[in-house]
């Protein structure tokens, strides 16, 4: 038996032990979902339990270092844990922005006492973070963002509006693009981190055609933020932000390839569907989302011996938007009539019609499906400009 071989039997036993029967169960509702923080309640104590499990063991930052407060695995053994966990299909012990986007931006611009200070709380789920990106008017074209930080020697008093700030209601902590330069548009941005709790921050939830939404505007009237709070170096927010939107966007797309089809199909057959036209698109979507899977471990692949393209993460971003988006219409075709209920306790308040509402922002949120098509046609095909 290999190392990988033993390592594999090992995570396998002790996911065994230690992954509750609950959190093998797929996510209903945003109730299932651990996103930590210092406001969290847990639904259940399943949920407490699979997390106080993964903190003590690194699990829920697998790839990140000991020191950091994850478990220190190489690519190969990170593979193997993603692989195990699909295999009994367990919920992610935690969910946050600080895994997916902040953590590998702090890891690869922050200083060793950021590293130390933030690294560890997002990894034992006790700092819940938003990120502080698009503006009214500054959208697609970041980089024309108006948020302000007037220098005050030891701090910046910050100014100014963000608008779909996910979760920003909800958020201990933000990730936030400020300019502190007004006389250089790229080169005039910070990456400040503070908390939501300063005196001058509030926000405003943004409701969407599906009743609910995760979306906020979210204003700055003269906040302060600790110059020991700037991730990277001053009006060099940018070069942060850049890497940081190529993680946003493999969050995004990690959407696109979750539900395959036991679950869409096992839908259509509790809803008395046996449409041979519906059952070829399931199964064609099987296809696609394994083809999918398999492009996304082809570029992490890449990205372990220095060979990925910087534009990888706009393909999977593209690619992941319109798989989740066909899914959530599968399962409102499988659904038939009962798909569209919108507020029973059987429908779960009309998740499934919710939910597909929902996946419209998909090809919207970190960068429009249109200016993901337009990076891969210029940097990975190159092709020639309008």
């Known amino acids: 038996m290999s190392d990988l071989d033993a390592f594999r039997m090992e995570i396998r036993a002790w996911l065994e032990a230690n992954c509750p029967p609950e959190m093998r169960e797929p996510v209903r509702d945003e109730g299932d979902v651990c996103w930590g923080g210092r406001n969290f309640k847990f639904k259940n104590p399943a949920q407490k339990a699979w997390l106080d499990a993964c903190v003590a063991k690194g699990y829920t930052v697998p790839d990140w270092p000991v020191a950091y407060g994850g478990a220190g695995l190489n690519p190969a053994q990170a593979k193997v844990w993603r692989e195990e966990m699909n295999r009994i299909g367990a919920r992610p012990p935690l969910s946050s922005f600080g895994i997916w986007m902040l953590g590998p931006a702090l890891l690869k611009f922050g200083t060793e006492e950021q590293k ?5 709380q997002v990894a034992r789920g006790e700092i819940r973070w938003c990120q502080g990106y698009s ?83 979210t204003f700055f009237d003269n906040v302060n933020v600790p110059k020991h709070q700037l991730v990277g170096e001053l009006n ?71 060979k990925a393209h910087p534009a990888q993460p706009n393909m999977m971003k593209y690619a992941g938007t319109e798989l989740n988006k066909r899914r959530h219409e599968l399962l409102m075709a499988a659904g038939g009539s009962a798909a569209l209920e919108w507020e029973s306790e059987g429908s779960n308040g009309g998740s499934k019609a919710r939910n597909w509402l929902r996946t419209k922002a998909n090809s919207i949120e970190g960068g429009t499906s249109e200016v993901m098509l337009n990076v891969i046609s210029k940097r990975i095909l190159d092709l020639p400009g309008a």
């Open 135 to 217: 503006e009214p008017g500054s959208g697609s074209d970041l980089v024309s963002l108006q948020t302000y930080g007037e220098d005050k020697g030891d701090h910046w008093v910050v100014n100014g509006q963000k608008i779909w700030t996910s979760y920003a209601d909800q958020a201990d902590w933000i990730f936030c693009l400020v300019r502190t330069d007004k006389t250089n548009k790229y080169q005039g941005i910070s990456f400040l981190l503070f908390d939501m709790a300063s005196a001058g921050v509030s926000t405003k939830p943004i409701l969407l055609i599906s009743g609910n939404s995760p979306f906020c505007e």
């Open 236 to 306: 060099r927010g940018w070069d942060v932000a850049k890497y940081l939107l190529g993680h946003e966007r493999e969050m995004i797309s990690g959407a696109g390839g979750n539900d395959r089809l036991n679950t869409i199909g096992g839908f259509a057959k509790r809803n008395g569907l046996e449409d041979p036209l519906l059952r070829a698109d399931l199964a064609m979507f099987d296809v696609d989302a394994l083809a999918y899977s398999a492009m996304g471990e082809k570029f992490l692949d890449e990205i372990k011996v220095g």
């Open 116 to 120: 130390v200070h933030y690294l560890g």
